[in-house]
């Protein structure tokens, strides 16, 4: 049987996201908007159905093509981080995948550039943001590495896929002062919060992390 999005969306989410939000603020997770937009975001549908039942677990989930769903946790730092200067008036998010970081974000400030290689991975990431009536969200098939240069600068980059090293686009389209997040490495990995301040860029690290690769190119 066929379930749509929407007829998943309902009835399942509620408890389940607050004990989430619960869990996370637990483990150092301490920004209210984040927490707020993680307690009323239904990750059961940006899941595969037969995962449904783990969808409140904090953990990674895989949703096809080789991809995962992220933790929770690192949803909410990276998002945590984001927002640590105050509320951005955009956000470039490179790798939209499910769509779970994207409605998090999409809660959190007023426009989202979302940007996926693997066209099927968007095409089912707009409709569950649609269902949610998250209207705040553009979307591009494109190469992640090339960041999406037309509407930018931005005050804020997620890259959720890490790269081997930091897309040079992406430090060009960070605006002056503007803050980009990113997994960096490749058996080794750093979530890496990078500022801006003119042409310096300061680099902190913050933690190890263990994300998919950032792969070039656009596949249909």
Known sequence: ???????RIGGKSGRSGELLAKKLQAEGISNPEVLQAIAKSPRHIFVPEI??????????????QGQTISQPYIVAKMSELLLADGTPESILEIGTGSGYQTSILAQLTPRVYSVERIKSLQFQAKRRLQAMDLHNVSMKHGDGWKGWKSKGPFPAIIVTAA???VPAALLEQLADGGRLVIPVGEQVQILKLITREGDTFHEQQIE???FVPLVPGAIS
């Open 163 to 165: 790269p081997a090293t």
């Open 1 to 7: 049987m066929n379930v749509s999005v929407g007829s």
């Open 51 to 64: 995962l449904a039942h783990k969808a409140y677990d904090n953990t990674a989930l895989p949703i096809g």
């Open 208 to 210: 190890g992390v263990r």
